[in-house]
């Protein structure tokens, strides 16, 4: 679905798909990873966390500004909740502890 989604990208770049066209594609094909991503979660294994892909963030950073502009709220909140292990804080400083790297 990556490389669909890029592929579209080209075309809009190339100015051959409008922007509303290219946005429901895009949208279309999220919610088709979406789905898929649910039901392999579902069928798999609880992963440990360090277990987590790097190729998958990776995968998710590379393209995130366009899922991000389409994502509603509730996809959002998914994809920081799957990215993000905690928030802490204390006084004026935020630390963010990523599920991708390991803690000691």
Known sequence: ???????????????SIPADVLGERIEK???????LS??????S???KETDFNID???AILKDINVIWN???V????????TLINRIVLNDD???IEWSFVKHN
């Open 1 to 15: 679905m990556d490389k669909q989604i890029s592929r579209l990208m080209d075309l809009y770049q190339n100015e």
């Open 38 to 43: 649910e039901q392999l979660e579902r069928l």
């Open 29 to 35: 094909l999220y919610k088709e990873k979406i789905s």
């Open 70 to 72: 389409y994502a509603s």
């Open 74 to 81: 509730e996809q959002k909140k998914n994809i920081a909740k």
């Open 56 to 58: 998958g963030v990776v």
């Open 45 to 47: 294994p609880k992963k």
């Open 93 to 95: 400083d935020v630390k």
